[in-house]
């Protein structure tokens, strides 16, 4: 019993402590979440009283067209995080496997750029899609086709970044082989190194998902239209805009918003951490 | 996409429609032809990155060498004729007309005004005024002329499609004119300034002042350059943009305490997410009861879309409606006192960041080999040695490049800033824009798009550039320094 007490108290204790710690707004959020009272306000760790008034404002509320800003941030993240593995893995394949001029001052002006703030190239991006717009509205300002583009442009470093890492960490030899066997580059890389890469692409997808999903400035900068906002500008305008400190709401939408990627999250962990220390440590 | 070229060039965004047709010739030359192979693989790719990461990058370094800020938006031209429509005067007694806007036979804008005190009426084109005997006119209850021989009234309806009528000047009496006010009314006026393109002058008729060009983004009076007429134009002032982050008081006070409290923040916020998840890992680095739930629990943070977590604690802080006041049954402004609120940023970003640390420190923990540590163990040494001098420095090594993107990632946490505390306390009485909080990112956005009358471009740009070279170099020396470099060579 000593020796289990020096051994392991201690453990339980931090686990423990650290664990108050983290679910500690999260639960607060859900009690909330389930009051009437729209406050983050809590008065005891246990809920007198349950009401779904939350829920249900803003499944039937046309001033929160909830479920709508939900699909507009799940279709565009999940064209950027699907469209941007694709063009970048094709990317990273080539600054992995083939010998070209130019390969190295490509990847160091790759990791370079990656380092300029990308908050500040917004008035950049701003001004550009504006003069998209007097031309091609469907792809300019204010729409999803052009939000969805500059996510593109901008997520193609990080993810080429990343996959290139995993790139190098899949055997040379099969595709040397298959060389060997005549095939050329462009089949090499559908033939063999697509379906080998499959997983690890899916693990990238994921990260560029959830990336998108979280994205904020640009978003609110490009959608102005109540049915056309995503989830994570939706819900700030609760509590940020004219409907200040609507916080029952928020509560309700942003537990609602979050389960889906919580559970992806948690049920690929393994995948995802792989995946993190895989694209960096390597390099 | 020729169409969309198309598009482009008759809108005259030559630009973007010359990059659209690069775009399509590369693609179509790259992928019909067997010219290079490895563009096959690269070129979507490098199209997207070039046109919204490298080009707007571009734009910012070229506009950090520009003045470029409220009252100098403009490209020359433009900023010229809203000078020359700004010095256009009415006349002292403010007249103004009913008018109707129509067409000459010749198919030229005219309007027909109908100077009722005076009881004249007449058709003005740009160049000449014709006056009309009442007897040929049309009146409506009014008593304005609505229809008179040679004139084509247009209806209200054609006129809100084209607004072209609207901007030209038509012909009064002298050096007067009449400009449109409105569908139906027109006043006379002046122009008091008058441009010499030749010599770049702009004289003023009225009082013979001249202003002439300084070369800053403004005309400004011959003889004292302080009287500048608004509105300037975005003019290169090479190195300006720097040199005041230096010399101007105003600037470089604040420019220093966000720079500061930036380097903190950023370096705290590393070793307390490393310190914590390292904790973490090293209490859980073994089997025991409840370590999945506890894993499981521990990420739960990383896990929530981070946009998400923030407002939520946001909230918690509030002061009025808030969790944490209320159960700690204070009443504390957490978000106005300057060190509560770097507090609960530093408190907040350790929520954020601990998982992560967490995650990665224990997949490493188990890749640093037992027998280090066994052996350690037998040559006497107790937990605590092994840990600093075995253990600590194994992992720091594997995970510095992770360790100096994180600070990188921190140094630039818009999102954090942003929406947890906008920056904020800020001393607004003052003029003050730099917040406590307010990191390089957020202090700069708030250059570039805070106030309306007070945002800079320029000098945004400039700063953006310095962060750019300070996080640029603080990764470089990291990566140098873990040797990932080598792997390209």
Redesign the interface.
């Known amino acids: 019993m000593n020796k289990w007490v020096r051994e392991?108290l201690?453990?339980?204790a931090?686990?423990i402590a650290?664990?108050i710690?983290?679910?500690f707004?999260?639960y607060?959020?859900i009690l909330?979440s389930l009051k009437t009272t729209?406050?983050?306000?809590?008065?005891s760790f246990i809920p007198h009283e349950i009401s779904f008034a939350n829920y249900t404002y803003l499944f039937h509320s046309p001033k929160a067209p909830f479920l709508t800003w939900f699909r507009n941030s799940i279709v565009i993240a999940s064209t950027v995080a699907i469209s941007s593995v694709f063009?970048?893995a094709?990317?990273a394949?080539?600054f992995s496997r083939?010998k070209?001029r130019g390969k190295?001052l490509g990847?160091?002006l790759?990791?370079?750029?990656q380092?300029?703030?990308?908050?500040?190239?917004?008035?950049?991006?701003y001004?550009?899609m504006e003069?998209?717009y007097?031309?091609?509205p469907k792809i300019g300002l204010g729409s999803q086709g052009g939000l969805i583009?500059?996510y593109?442009?901008?997520s193609?470093?990080v993810n080429?970044w990343l996959l290139k890492g995993f790139v190098?960490s899949i055997p040379a030899e099969l595709d040397e082989a298959a060389k060997i066997d005549g095939a050329?580059?462009?089949q090499t890389?559908w033939l063999i190194f697509l379906p080998l890469a499959t997983p690890v692409l899916a693990v990238v997808c994921l990260l560029s998902f959830?990336g998108t999903?979280?994205e904020?400035?640009l978003a609110r900068l490009f959608l102005v239209e109540m049915n056309g906002r995503t989830i994570?500008v939706g819900?700030?305008q609760f509590?940020g805009g004219q409907y200040a400190?609507n916080?029952g709401p928020?509560?309700a939408g942003?537990i609602l918003?979050?389960i889906p990627?919580?559970i992806i999250?948690?049920s690929l962990?393994r995948f995802i951490?792989?995946g993190?220390?895989a694209g960096?440590?390597?390099? | 996409m020729a169409l969309?070229t198309e598009?482009?060039f008759?809108?005259k965004?030559f630009v973007?429609g010359s990059f659209i047709l690069v775009a399509t010739l590369a693609l179509n030359i790259v992928y019909l032809t067997k010219i290079?192979?490895?563009f096959?693989?690269?070129l979507?790719?490098?199209l997207?990155?070039f046109?919204?990461?490298?080009?707007?990058?571009f734009?910012?370094v070229q506009?950090s060498g520009y003045k470029y800020q409220t009252g100098n938006y403009l490209d020359k031209p433009a900023a010229l004729e809203q000078v020359l429509i700004l010095g256009a005067q009415p006349d002292a007694a403010g007249t103004s007309f009913d008018i109707n806007v129509g067409k000459t036979p010749s198919n030229e804008y005219a309007i027909l005004v109908s100077d009722i005190t005076n009881n004249k009426y007449f058709i003005s084109t740009k160049t000449q005024r014709t006056d009309v005997p009442k007897a040929s006119l049309k009146f409506d209850a009014n008593g304005v002329a609505i229809a008179a021989p040679n004139f084509t009234p247009i209806s209200a309806i054609d006129l809100a499609k084209n607004d072209a009528y609207s901007k030209i000047n038509y012909k009064y009496e002298g050096k007067y004119y009449i400009a449109i006010e409105g569908q139906n009314s027109g006043g006379v006026f002046r122009q008091e300034l008058s441009y010499d393109a030749k010599t770049g002058v702009l004289t003023n008729t009225a009082t013979g002042a001249t202003y002439v060009d300084n070369h800053r983004g403004n005309f400004a009076k011959v003889g004292s350059p302080s009287e500048i007429l608004n509105p300037g134009w975005r003019a290169p002032i090479w190195f300006e943009n720097y040199s005041r982050l230096f010399s101007d008081p105003k600037i470089r006070i604040p420019l220093i305490r966000v720079f500061t409290w930036t380097f903190f923040f950023a370096g705290f916020t590393v070793l307390s997410t490393f310190g914590?998840g390292l904790?973490?890992a090293m209490?859980?680095n073994?089997a025991?009861r409840?370590r999945r739930v506890?894993r499981?629990?521990?990420?739960?943070?990383?896990?929530?879309?981070?946009?998400?977590?923030i407002?939520?604690?946001?909230?918690?802080f509030?002061s009025d409606?808030?969790?944490v006041n209320?159960?700690l049954h204070t009443s504390v402004h957490w978000f106005q006192n300057p060190m509560l609120a770097r507090g609960v940023v530093l408190l907040v970003n350790l929520?954020l960041g601990?998982?992560?640390f967490y995650?990665?420190c224990s997949?490493?923990l188990q890749a640093i080999p037992n027998e280090l540590m066994e052996a350690a163990a037998i040559d006497g040494a107790n937990p605590r040695q092994v840990f600093r001098k075995i253990t600590l420095p194994l992992l720091l090594q594997?995970?510095s490049?992770?360790l100096i993107?994180s600070f990188?990632f921190n140094f630039?946490n818009?999102?954090l800033i942003?929406?947890l505390t906008g920056g904020g306390p800020t001393q607004t009485l003052n003029g003050e824009i730099a917040g406590s909080t307010d990191i390089l990112?957020s202090y700069?956005?708030k250059i570039?798009?805070g106030n309306p009358n007070l945002q800079d471009?320029g000098l945004?740009?400039a700063i953006?550039v310095l962060?750019?070279l300070i996080?640029?170099s603080i990764?470089?020396y990291g990566?140098r320094r873990s040797k990932?470099?080598e792997?390209?060579?």
């Open positions: 392991n201690w453990r339980h931090v686990a650290v664990c710690f983290s679910l707004p999260l607060l959020v909330s729209g406050s983050l306000q809590v008065s063009i970048g094709a990317s394949f080539a083939l070209f190295r990847i160091r790759l990791l370079l750029v380092m300029f703030p990308a908050v500040l190239a917004i008035s950049a991006v001004v550009i003069r998209v007097t031309f091609a583009l500059v593109l442009g901008g193609m470093g080429i190098d050329s580059s462009v890389y959830i999903f979280n904020f400035i994570a819900l700030q509590i400190s916080w928020f509560a942003s918003a979050s990627i919580v999250f948690l962990q951490v792989n993190l220390t960096s440590v390597k390099g | 969309l598009h482009a008759a809108q965004q973007i290079s192979i490895p096959k693989f690269f979507p790719g490098i997207f990155f046109a919204f990461v490298i080009a707007p990058i734009f910012t506009m914590l904790l973490l209490a859980l073994r025991m409840g506890y499981s629990i521990l990420i739960l943070p990383y896990a929530m879309p981070s946009v998400m977590s407002l939520i604690w946001a909230g918690m509030d409606f808030g969790a209320s159960i929520w601990f998982p992560y995650l990665i997949g490493s594997i995970l490049p992770l993107a990188a630039n818009f999102n942003y929406l990112i700069t956005y570039a798009f471009f945004a740009s953006s962060i750019f996080v640029a990764s470089m990566l990932v470099m792997t390209f060579v």
